[in-house]
């Protein structure tokens, strides 16, 4: 892959680490940015160097973020229900 493509994949890192830090709900965002990122541009570059493990990455980067970003609504609906539920009774 190019060195511009390289480049702008480290940069999405950096950025998702550090959005990650100051706020959880754009860090998440930008990792599944990430991952979207790594597999277009491993689909794109198939069969060069690379290109395989920057899809398979990127597959397992956008699969945990969504996994994850689908657990923790859950996990916060449940709290919310239980928060009502104790707010009522009083």
Do not use: R
């Not at 570059?45 to 609504?73: E, P, R």
């Amino acid at each position: 892959m190019n060195k511009f493509i390289v480049i702008s994949l480290i940069f999405t890192l950096l950025m998702a680490v550090v959005l990650s830090i100051a706020s959880t709900y754009y860090g998440s965002w930008a990792f599944y940015a990430l991952g979207m990122m790594l597999v277009i541009f491993g689909f794109i570059y198939k069969g060069k160097k690379d290109a395989a493990g920057c899809f398979w990455l990127g597959l397992l980067i956008m699969l945990v973020t969504f996994v994850g970003a689908n657990v923790s609504g859950k996990i916060y609906s449940e709290t919310v229900k239980i928060l009502q539920e104790n707010n009522n009774q009083k």
